[in-house]
């Protein structure tokens, strides 16, 4: 991680939990100032446990000098990518091996399953099955089928961007193709299959049925820009290339093309279309020249880098030679190939040593030499194997790969990442020199250090709007459910409000009569008293009795008027505690509401903010 910044212009990693086996780029969805954000899809192979899932997501692709140093060093192995946002989810019915965008038809993928068919959905029409009912629903169903094969097709599967075909190879060893033409306006209209309801998928048939492989096809690829040429390999060591036009025969094949072993891989070079690359079980891959296929040997180049099987290789888009692979040693590699070298005889070099580092990644002995047509390795998947991966159709040197982690016991899920090497490794020498000279004193004597270039007003205002309309819409719903939970809470605490001050004040008059009739009482008893007391005494006593019953008749009156004043003072009392106990539970209800209210929205904006 600490040289990462050094390595890497672009670094994003994002743990997923369940292992995978594809992801691919879809549409540009926007393009901003400083990113672009694309719509990506990538599967999650369960242990049937749950639904196997194909995920609809939304990817933001820094582009060049914009990502800083602490946000390409700042992850771990179980890092959660705030650049990635899932969308949609489909239960797909079957693992999802292999996945390829209609080029013509943004909204429409095909999918490879444990099946003889081909899938294809219509991702915008299709329904969002939530993760939360996951044992509730039914697996989502597809808009169409594409049939023909007699065996499963596991893997081999492609589209091109000059017709909407698909093409797919399986167990059966046949390269099968159909056409969608006749189909796109049902299957865009989303009034077929899982998009218009219904229970079962309409069937297409194969247009054009190609033979020749003797086991099964591993990998089939359209040359660049060709709605007829293809190209495909196989387990039985071929390399075999086919034309629409010439019949179900292949035009050219090369047997043992990498001696005994399966060939897992093959890409056509979309800059320069006489180069095919080929990648193998022994790690081997080399690149041909269609133009010469003369024998096994007979290659622009031949490399052996890898220490294991070669799974997924692919040219990239924009820069002629660059080529990048990628396998179960856990390694990507990108390579930088002279393609316009004449091929020749290149045998190829002894094969790579298998030992490891403690990370679990291969380390090359001391004595073989680095090929020179190495640029760089990408050991960011330290615990699975690579299984995918893809270069950004339009930012340049951005990668979008996966791999499968299922056998780490720690992990057990998946790994998505989105990287891009520094510009120091595949910009001209006398550029990167240059740019390195401007910052001599820094780099050699760590004086001087460069100034940070913030990010223009335009991109902080774009982040900001940006932001500030996700916030929205995330929240929209969330903040009307808890407006009603708020409401149902403040129905509730005056219900309860009232409740208890009827009771206060019901209690407050039963103490109040109790304490009238008690002293009422007491005064009556007092009279009866006092007038049996002047009829069983003499003179003498009814003269001294007079002054007492004066006495007695001035403290009763006394006593009544403290008794009066205690009674007026408790009733007082009694009042000002229901209202101020009324005006204090109201009034603490409505600050408590209102701060949950304000709270809520405060926090609920932070952090979409943030996210």
């Given amino acids: 991680e600490k040289l990462a910044p050094l390595i890497y212009d672009m670094f994003s990693h994002h743990n997923l939990p369940w292992p995978t086996q594809a992801c691919r780029f879809g549409s540009a969805v926007e393009d901003l100032t400083y990113k672009t954000r694309y719509r990506v899809y990538y599967s999650e192979q369960t242990d049937d446990s749950e639904p196997q899932k194909l995920i609809v997501a939304t990817a933001d692709v820094c582009k060049p000098n914009v990502a800083s140093a602490e946000v390409v060093s700042s992850w771990t192995d179980f890092s959660k990518s705030p650049y990635l946002r899932e969308e949609k989810v489909l239960f797909h019915p079957g693992e999802v091996n292999k996945i390829r965008e209609i080029p013509q038809h943004p909204g429409l993928v095909v999918t490879h399953t444990d099946a003889p068919e081909v899938l294809l959905w219509n991702v915008d029409k299709q329904p969002h099955r939530p993760r939360e009912k996951k044992n509730k629903l039914q697996e989502s169903i597809p808009d169409m089928k594409l049939v023909g094969h007699e065996d499963e097709a596991l893997f081999p599967l492609a589209t091109t961007p000059a017709a909407p075909l698909v093409a797919s190879g399986g167990n059966d060893c046949l390269v099968m193709l159909w056409d969608l033409a006749d189909s796109t306006t049902s299957l865009l209209a989303g009034s077929c299959g899982g998009s218009g309801g219904a229970k079962d998928s309409p069937e297409l048939r194969a247009r054009h049925r190609f033979e020749g492989h003797t086991r099964p096809v591993e990998e089939v690829v359209f040359k660049p820009g060709s709605m007829h040429e293809l190209a495909s390999v196989g387990d039985d060591a071929q390399l075999m290339f086919w034309d629409v036009r010439s019949g179900a025969a292949p035009v050219l094949r090369m047997k043992e093309a990498h001696g005994p072993k399966d060939i897992q891989c093959v890409d056509w070079s979309p800059l320069a279309e006489h180069c095919v690359a080929t990648g193998a079980q022994d790690g081997s891959i080399k690149v041909w020249d269609t133009r010469a296929l003369r024998g096994p040997d007979h290659t622009i180049c031949s490399l052996r880098s890898h220490t294991d099987a070669i799974i997924r290789l692919e040219w990239h888009p924009q820069a002629k030679g660059v080529l990048a692979s990628g396998g179960d040693d856990r390694v990507m590699m990108v ?60 930012v340049p040197w951005a990668i979008m790969s996966v791999s499968d982690d299922g056998a780490d016991e720690e992990s057990g899920g998946g790994s998505l990442q ?152 408790k009733a007082g009392v009694a009042g000002d505690d229901g209202v101020e106990g009324m005006d204090t539970e109201e009034g603490g209800g409505v600050a408590a509401k209102r701060k949950r209210g304000e709270g809520e929205g405060a926090d609920g904006m932070e952090v979409d903010g943030k996210h």
């Fill in 418 to 569: 989105l990287w891009r090497p520094s510009s120091l490794l595949y910009e001209p020498q006398e550029k990167v020199l240059a740019r390195l000279n401007q910052h001599r004193t820094w780099i050699l004597e760590g004086r001087n250090p460069p100034e940070r270039q913030p990010l223009r007003v335009e991109r902080a205002q774009e982040e900001l709007a940006e932001s500030a309309a996700r916030a929205a819409r995330d929240n929209k719903e969330g903040k009307e459910a808890k407006a009603k939970d708020v409401n149902r809470t403040g129905k509730r605490e005056r219900q309860e409000k009232q409740e208890g001050v009827g009771s206060k004040g019901a209690g407050a008059s039963m103490n109040k009569d109790s304490s009238n009739k008690e002293k009422e009482k007491g005064r009556e008893e007092g009279n009866v008293e006092k007038e049996s007391t002047r009829e069983g005494e003499g003179k003498e006593q009814e003269q001294q009795q007079q002054p007492q019953q004066q006495g007695g008749v001035a403290r009763v009156e006394e006593d009544d008027e403290e008794d009066e004043e205690m009674e007026g003072a």
């Fill in 335 to 394: 390579w930088n190939i002279n393609v316009d070298a004449p091929p020749a005889d290149r045998p190829l070099p002894p094969e790579a040593s298998k030992k490891k580092s403690k990370a679990g990644v291969p380390t090359a002995p001391q004595d073989v030499q680095r090929p020179k047509e190495l640029m760089m390795q990408h050991s960011g998947h330290r615990r699975g194997k690579v299984v995918d991966f893809q270069w950004c159709p339009t």
